[in-house]
């Protein structure tokens, strides 16, 4: 296994060295972890056991996170031989490494099922995203926001983004993107109900080019896990169909779109997939999406020094929002620096200025609050880097 792309970039500082502590899935064994309940139910058929066997098998997956089919405690032992004998195990991904930041923010290289790695980020107490929603005012809770890749690598090629460098290697399956949460979960100790998750489909790759896989996953989540979709959040690019996909499903999570231009322009410039699709179609197709009482779509604008950070450029932004006249807000992400890149991070003054003239506006908008930059966890740095 292979975990140390590149590392173009290398703040002076401490080295880590790769540990890899799970051996790659072999492909004689199939995996549990990732299967709904109807294909649980399929097995524990194929097994002539009771049709309660499947409750519990679920359960144990997703609700008791056990790692191996001998923790399955409410089967028999026979049933577990059985099960394994068929050539099944559970396949809950494994955390490989980890970085902290002096944030409290942790990023972590998960083992996928062909050897390869992908990238999660935890930020205790959320970036600042979840403003404007409701859901910062429960402070008497722990709360914290897990954000998860959704592909190994990204074909769309923004110009500003770090994972864009890996390219595609290849999507995640429904597995392996409910088991990036369930690993952190695991790791942090956290009891669903009991404390507040968000999840933010902000990680490697674009989510809406992994539709299907990334819905079963969703679906697990909500249904076999217990996170609420209304504490999740997908974020494109702007693909065009997946958003028109996405409006039509019962099980969804909110919707934020990576604006990140004022106009097509700019925004093909740093954007190339703008060429594909305009900003007025991905509006019209937002507005294909029935919001829940409350909800707001997210408009997410990457600040890049001197490109896109002009009061005026604010003000189109401000025209171009009201003119799609949806429930909305705005947040800003100050640009997260790679290497050899040609941008720059606008300087505090102009952020704030760029907030307020869109405020004046009368649209809400509200700044990200970076995390974990030292440790290449923020958004747009995920590239599987390995050495700090
Ligand atoms: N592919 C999806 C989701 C992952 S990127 C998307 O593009 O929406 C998540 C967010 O990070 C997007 O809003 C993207 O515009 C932003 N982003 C990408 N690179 C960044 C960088 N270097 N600094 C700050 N934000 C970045
Ligand atoms: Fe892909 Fe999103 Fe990065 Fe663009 S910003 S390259 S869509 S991960």
């Known amino acids: 296994m292979k975990v140390a792309l590149c590392c173009l970039y290398m703040p002076p500082g401490r080295k880590n060295s790769v540990t890899i502590l799970d051996a790659p899935a072999s492909p004689a064994f199939q995996t549990l972890f990732g299967l709904n309940f109807q294909q649980l139910a399929q097995l524990t058929q194929g097994l002539s056991a009771p049709n309660y066997r499947t ?5 144990a997956l997703y609700r008791q996170w056990v790692e191996s089919l001998d923790e399955v405690s409410t089967w028999p032992r026979s049933l577990r031989e059985s099960l394994a004998a068929a050539g099944y195990r559970v396949g809950l991904p494994q955390i490989v490494e980890v970085f902290r930041s002096v944030d409290g923010t942790e ?16 930020m205790p ?21 897990i954000c998860v890749s959704s592909q190994i690598g990204c074909a769309v090629n923004c110009q500003f983004c770090l994972t864009a460098k890996l390219g595609i290697l290849r999507n995640l ?17 956290f009891a669903i109900g009991r404390q507040r998750i968000n999840l933010v489909f902000m990680g490697m790759g674009e989510p809406f080019l992994n539709y299907d896989e990334l819905m079963a996953a969703v679906r697990l989540l909500v249904e076999e896990v217990g996170i609420p979709e209304s504490r999740m959040t997908v974020s494109t690019s702007g ?32 954007m190339p997939i703008t060429r594909k699709w305009k900003i007025a179609e991905i509006i019209e197709a937002v507005r294909q999406v029935p919001l829940r009482p409350k909800e707001k779509i ?62 004046a506006g009368g649209v809400p908008a509200y700044v990200r609050r970076p995390r974990g930059r030292d440790i290449y966890a923020a958004c747009g740095q995920l590239k599987r880097t390995v050495e700090l």
């Open 55 to 59: 409750r519990q098998l679920a359960d």
């Open 107 to 122: 990023r972590y290289l998960i083992a996928a099922g062909d050897g390869q790695t992908v990238e999660t980020v935890w």
């Open 125 to 145: 107490e959320g970036d600042g995203g979840e403003q404007g929603d409701g859901s910062e005012a429960q402070n008497d809770f722990r709360r914290a926001t």
């Open 173 to 189: 399956t429904a597995g392996e993107i409910a088991g990036q949460v369930v690993a952190v979960l695991k790791r942090q100790r």
């Open 239 to 270: 693909i065009v169909p997946g958003i028109l996909r996405f409006a039509q499903e019962k099980v969804r999570p909110k919707l934020a779109i990576s604006l990140n231009a004022p106009n097509d322009g700019i925004r093909s410039e740093i």
């Open 298 to 359: 997210t408009f997410e604008y990457v600040l890049l020094g001197g490109r896109n950070d002009r009061l005026s450029d604010a003000d189109e932004v401000v025209r171009l929002v009201r003119k799609a006249n949806l429930p909305l807000k705005v947040n800003l992400i100050v640009w997260n620096p790679g290497p050899e890149m040609p941008f720059h991070m606008s300087d505090a003054e102009t952020v704030a200025q760029f907030q307020q003239r869109i405020r």
